[in-house]
């Protein structure tokens, strides 16, 4: 029989079973606390999670911008020439 791997909480410290841990290691009550604390960020619209999450934002409208001026460039001479050419 195969024995129950145990192991603590990243957040309190008390033991549970593994499979009672989400996958970051953080027991049910501790996972809820977190969520609750970064919606709270969120929502206040200031702390580390809405930081995190402003600053991913910029950087994917800066992406977008970038592609869309990527597809407004205007074609070289050499391009334009071998086009005519072939």
Do not use: P, Q
Not at 3 to 11: M, S
Request: proline share 0%.
């Amino acid at each position: 029989m195969r024995r129950e791997v145990k192991k603590k909480c990243r957040g309190c410290g008390r033991i549970f079973l593994k499979k009672d841990l989400n996958r970051k290691g953080y027991c049910r009550e501790c996972a809820e606390k977190r969520l609750i604390n970064v919606l709270r960020s969120m929502m206040m619209k200031r702390g580390y999670w809405y930081e995190k999450w402003k600053k991913g934002m910029l950087l994917w409208a800066k992406k977008l911008e970038h592609e869309k001026h990527k597809k407004k460039r205007r074609k070289t001479a050499e391009s334009r020439s071998k086009r005519k050419k072939g």
